[in-house]
């Protein structure tokens, strides 16, 4: 069985600053794509950025220069360093991660999410 747990969201004001964490655990033997999405009220879930196992990174066009996604393989944990934070970004941030476990099988596991929200 694969868990996975994010902390750290919360309210801030806009243009400050939120870091993310979420932290896979369990049977796992490998965690490949890990990512970051978000779901804001009446609006669909949406890619926020995805980090590969090799270390390269992609981004929706609304937080490029903003946010920065990282990880630590030998954790199993991905960050999410969020920058100039705007109150569009307002939204339930969820983790996902692509695991192969120890069984073997593959899958893609998500977290119960974090409210961010931006507003003075």
């Known amino acids: 069985q694969v868990h996975i747990v994010e902390s750290g969201g919360g309210l801030v004001q806009p243009g400050g600053s939120l870091r993310l964490s979420c932290a896979a655990s369990?049977?796992?033997?490998?965690?490949?794509?890990m990512g970051w999405y978000r779901q804001a009220p009446g609006k669909q879930r949406e890619l926020v950025a995805l980090i590969l196992d090799s270390g390269s990174t992609n981004y929706a066009d609304s937080v490029k220069g903003r946010f920065t996604i990282s990880r630590d393989n030998a954790k199993n944990t991905v960050y999410l360093q969020m920058n100039s934070l705007k109150p569009e970004d307002t939204a339930v941030y969820y983790c996902?991660?692509?695991?192969?476990?120890?069984?073997?099988?593959?899958?893609?596991?998500w977290g119960q999410g974090t409210q961010v929200t931006v507003s003075s």
């Open positions: 996902n991660a692509a695991v192969v476990t120890v069984l073997p099988s593959r899958g893609n596991y």
């Open positions: 369990g049977s796992i033997f490998r965690v490949y794509t």
